[in-house]
């Protein structure tokens, strides 16, 4: 009997020592997520705000994403402390990323993990997942503003002399073709200056002609997109100078070495400035500073490399001397 006490007794004695032996739960600690702004359009740029409530003296993690958070880019990213307003001993730790897309949609920012630390003793728990919508600023339907009517045929012209007037018309543009083609052909073309540098002079006179200070948005935006697409035509060899917003979406999805943001603003671009060129609509004034500075950027991220110049210029060197060796032939 006394053997089965002492072995009773001996068995307690563990079983208390283990439950003793597991930390509980040293400390709380609570996560909020939220932005700003639900629902933005492309281009704009919001808040994202992730606040922990943990002691004061934890150390609180939050994993980094600089760069992009899912499908938005991090333009800004700032953390504070905050313990004025707290309960004795807590303290408010705040993350704040400045995001932005160029892509319209609805999306999900995903939960993010935090961890808080206070001496030994480590809690986790994720943000809860936040609803972000972003729309196109125009839906498209400023474009159907005017029905045009068909031209109202002249009655007092016979059908006949309509046709000898184009068939005149037409022969007096191909004298005149002819007779410019025989003056300058022998004065050869004008050099041409590579992409870059010649939408970095254009943009330059451009803003010397000061359209936007004279609140003439339509010619502005007019030549802002006449050069942002010549640049990238001869920049990326792509035709789209003259197309469409239809064909125009088609088209960069193609263009090989322009990052996505870019083919995706190029569009935007187009949609949200022709209400402006053809319908005399107005922008905002930070939308067109944002182009205005958008344009500086696109050159800046996608000039060519030292490597890519001087491959251009020896090709046009192996160009030149070919054209030599064909005029000496002759």
Same mark, same amino acid.
């Given at each position: 009997?006394?053997?089965?006490?002492?072995?009773?007794?001996?068995? =307690?004695?563990?079983?208390?020592?283990?439950?003793?032996?597991?930390?509980?739960?040293?400390?709380?600690?609570?996560?909020?997520?939220?932005?700003?702004?639900?629902?933005?359009?492309?281009?704009?740029?919001?808040?994202?705000?992730?606040?922990?409530?943990?002691?004061?003296?934890?150390?609180?993690?939050?994993?980094?994403?600089?760069?992009?958070?899912?499908?938005? /880019?991090?333009?800004?990213?700032?953390?504070?402390?905050?313990?004025? &307003?707290?309960?004795?001993?807590?303290?408010?730790?705040?993350?704040?990323?400045?995001?932005?897309?160029?892509?319209?949609?609805?999306?999900?920012?995903?939960?993010?993990?935090?961890?808080?630390?206070? &001496?030994?003793?480590?809690?986790?728990?994720?943000?809860?997942?936040?609803?972000?919508?972003?729309?196109?600023?125009?839906?498209? /339907?400023?474009?159907?503003?005017?029905?045009?009517?068909?031209?109202?045929?002249?009655?007092?012209?016979?059908?006949?002399?309509?046709?000898?007037?184009?068939?005149?018309?037409?022969?007096?543009?191909?004298?005149?073709?002819?007779?410019?083609?025989?003056?300058?052909?022998?004065?050869?073309?004008?050099?041409? =200056?590579?992409?870059?540098?010649?939408?970095?002079?254009?943009?330059?006179?451009?803003?010397?002609?000061?359209?936007?200070?004279?609140?003439?948005?339509?010619?502005?935006?007019?030549?802002?997109?006449?050069?942002?697409?010549?640049?990238?035509?001869?920049?990326?060899?792509?035709?789209?100078?003259?197309?469409?917003?239809?064909?125009?979406?088609?088209?960069?999805?193609?263009?090989?070495?322009?990052?996505?943001?870019?083919?995706?603003?190029?569009?935007? =671009?187009?949609?949200?400035?022709?209400?402006?060129?053809?319908?005399?609509?107005?922008? /905002?004034?930070?939308?067109?500073?944002?182009?205005?500075?958008?344009?500086?950027?696109?050159?800046?991220?996608?000039?060519?490399?030292?490597?890519?110049?001087?491959?251009?210029?020896? /090709? =046009?060197?192996?160009?030149?001397?070919?054209?030599?060796?064909?005029?000496?032939?002759?």
């Amino acid at each position: 009997m006394y053997r089965f006490s002492r072995i009773f007794y001996r068995r =307690l004695a563990a079983i208390l020592c283990v439950f003793l032996a597991v930390p509980a739960l040293a400390f709380d600690v609570s996560v909020k997520a939220n932005v700003d702004n639900a629902q933005v359009f492309v281009g704009d740029m919001f808040n994202y705000e992730i606040q922990v409530t943990a002691p004061e003296n934890a150390i609180v993690d939050l994993p980094s994403f600089v760069g992009n958070l899912g499908s938005f /880019e991090v333009k800004e990213m700032k953390n504070e402390k905050i313990t004025e &307003g707290m309960p004795k001993g807590t303290a408010k730790f705040v993350w704040l990323a400045t995001l932005n897309t160029f892509v319209s949609g609805d999306f999900l920012i995903a939960p993010q993990q935090v961890s808080a630390v206070v &001496g030994k003793d480590t809690v986790k728990t994720n943000t809860d997942p936040v609803a972000v919508k972003v729309s196109m600023r125009t839906t498209g /339907e400023e474009t159907d503003i005017l029905e045009v009517e068909d031209p109202l045929d002249d009655p007092r012209l016979p059908q006949w002399l309509y046709i000898v007037l184009i068939v005149v018309g037409v022969l007096l543009l191909v004298i005149l073709g002819w007779f410019l083609h025989k003056k300058f052909a022998k004065q050869g073309a004008a050099p041409r =200056l590579p992409p870059y540098e010649e939408a970095v002079l254009a943009l330059k006179e451009l803003r010397q002609k000061n359209y936007l200070a004279e609140g003439n948005q339509g010619d502005y935006f007019m030549a802002l997109g006449f050069i942002a697409r010549r640049y990238i035509e001869r920049r990326f060899d792509v035709d789209i100078l003259d197309a469409t917003v239809a064909e125009l979406k088609q088209r960069m999805s193609h263009v090989a070495g322009l990052p996505q943001a870019y083919k995706e603003s190029v569009v935007t =671009l187009a949609v949200e400035t022709d209400p402006v060129k053809f319908a005399k609509m107005k922008l /905002e004034g930070e939308r067109c500073r944002f182009w205005d500075e958008w344009a500086d950027k696109l050159l800046e991220d996608t000039k060519p490399t030292p490597e890519e110049e001087q491959a251009k210029k020896e /090709e =046009l060197k192996a160009a030149v001397q070919a054209v030599k060796a064909a005029r000496k032939a002759k």
